[in-house]
């Protein structure tokens, strides 16, 4: 099972918004509406943001969205915070019955 | 307060076994899904394998890079899940965490702060 496909980094400046972008195929991500988004600071675990494709936990700000269309989903933060800069991974289910992650994405808030 | 605390890393050799355990407290712990992801250094999350719940016969699956070296297991009377590694490669170092997915939905809500496996020689 190949990785899933997200950019390596992006960046933004406080306020604005930027949309990580998650490619898999129909086996995975087009497949299921089982795509979740983390959060991962440096030497933290994980958090988990967004989990079937459009879903926020209790606690996560409304700033954090998610959407998907066809094998791509997308992870959208608004109006930017110095503290959302971290590295976001996606994560999908798979007609295999395993889970696969994206590459992860570095978000710099510049 | 929901916790999940993996132990058992430290440094072995190429071709040795090591077990991960991983405590769960806070949450109902026999009716969640456990998985295993791991974290080379520097590099990106990878899933590991998971393992279900009774009412799913403790179905477990793996990722092919670990299939048939690795093997999940759970003892639910102590709130507990094991990761045992055999034939450790190099490759196979990474930080190694345990992570419960949220019932009923496909995402991992809590997750441990990792134990470091270290495989060299």
């Known amino acids: 099972q190949s990785a899933l496909t997200q950019p390596a980094s992006v960046s933004g400046s406080p306020g604005q918004s930027i949309t990580i972008s998650c490619t898999g195929t129909?086996?995975?991500?087009?497949?299921?509406?089982?795509v979740s988004w983390y959060q991962q600071h440096p030497g933290k675990a994980p958090k988990l943001m967004i989990y079937?494709?459009?879903n926020r936990p209790s606690g996560v700000s409304n700033r954090f969205s998610g959407s998907k269309s066809g094998n791509t989903a997308s992870l959208t933060i608004s109006g930017l915070q110095t503290e959302d800069e971290a590295d976001y991974y996606c994560s999908s289910y798979t007609s295999s019955g395993n889970w696969v992650f994206g590459g992860g994405t570095k978000l710099t808030v510049l | 307060e929901v916790q999940l605390v993996e132990s058992g890393g430290g440094l072995v050799q190429p071709g040795g076994s090591l077990i991960l355990s991983c405590a769960a407290s806070g949450f109902p712990f026999s009716g969640s899904p456990i998985h295993w992801v791991r974290q080379a250094s520097g590099k990106g999350l990878e899933w590991v394998g998971r393992?279900?719940?009774?009412?799913?016969?403790?179905?477990?699956a793996y990722a092919a890079s670990v299939k048939g070296r690795f093997t999940i297991s759970r003892d639910d009377s102590k709130n507990t899940a094991y990761l045992q590694m055999n034939s450790l490669k190099t490759e196979d170092t990474a930080v190694y965490y345990c992570?419960?997915?949220?019932?009923?939905?496909?995402?991992?809500?809590?997750w441990g702060r990792g134990t470091l496996v270290t495989v060299s020689s």
């Open positions: 393992i279900r719940d009774k009412a799913n016969s403790y179905a477990t």
């Open positions: 992570t419960r997915q949220a019932v009923g939905t496909a995402g991992y809500d809590y």
């Open positions: 079937d494709v459009s």
């Open positions: 129909s086996s995975d991500v087009g497949g299921y509406n089982y």
